[in-house]
């Protein structure tokens, strides 16, 4: 993080907390033993990461099986003789939809 070229400035959050920063890359030259990845694939290798870092902070898993569970519910649970799913109100997400 000294080598020249490199410059980091720190994000503040909304509240008040420094938890992120951003980091600029300048002309940075990077010693071959230190290169990670072919060269020239850094970007390529970075947003594999970020993907990644991004999916686990968002709880992606988690959502996805809520998801599933909620459209394995809505898909048995029943009103009126029709699946809670077919209703708008339902699809729409509203807290106390009108089912009639």
């Known amino acids: 993080m000294q080598t020249p070229g490199i410059t980091v400035r720190p994000i503040i959050t909304l509240d008040g907390a420094h938890e992120v920063n951003e980091v600029f890359l300048d002309n940075v030259r990077v010693p071959v033993e ?3 990845g072919e060269e ?6 970075a947003k594999f990461l970020l993907t990644h870092e991004r999916t686990g902070i968002a709880g992606l ?3 996805k099986q809520a998801l599933r569970h909620l ?4 898909s048995r649970a029943q009103h ?3 699946p809670l799913y077919r209703y708008p ?6 807290s106390k939809p009108s089912l009639s």
Do not use: P, Y
């Open 34 to 36: 230190n290169r990670v």
């Open 40 to 45: 020239g694939q850094g970007w390529t290798c």
């Open 61 to 63: 898993g988690h959502a």
């Open 71 to 74: 459209k394995s519910l809505a």
């Open 80 to 82: 009126r003789g029709k």
């Open 89 to 94: 109100a339902f699809a729409n997400g509203w």
